[in-house]
């Protein structure tokens, strides 16, 4: 069974920055891509960023320029830096890890609350 435990989360102010962290029980290349999503209250979950296995990142349009996703292969972690921090980007923040295999497999976190206040 995988695991995946965020950390990292809180409460800031408008422009300031925090950074999330997601260790697997296991080695991350073992999983395809893993990725941040994101839920606001009342909306859907949606991606924020994602790394795939070969090192390509991906961006949601609303964080480039702002959030930077990395990855530490010997710690087994994924990592969110995020930077210049808006009200809107208050959401429950999830980690994701996807096995593109027979059936396909997604893992999610426990979630972790990034709240940004004015």
């Known amino acids: 069974q995988v695991q995946l435990v965020e950390s990292g989360g809180g409460l800031v102010q408008a422009g300031g920055s925090l950074r999330l962290s997601c260790e697997a029980s296991r080695s991350i290349f073992t999983f395809d891509a893993m990725g941040w999503y994101r839920q606001a209250p009342g909306k859907q979950r949606e991606l924020v960023a994602s790394?795939?296995?070969?090192?390509?990142?991906n961006y949601a349009g609303s964080v480039k320029g702002r959030f930077t996703i990395s990855r530490d292969i010997t710690k087994k972690t994924v990592s969110l830096q995020m930077n210049s921090l808006k009200p809107e980007d208050t959401a429950a923040y999830y980690c994701n890890a996807r096995d593109m295999g027979w059936p396909i497999r997604d893992y999610w976190g426990q979630g972790t609350q990034v709240t940004v206040s004015l």
């Open positions: 790394i795939a296995i070969g090192g390509s990142t």
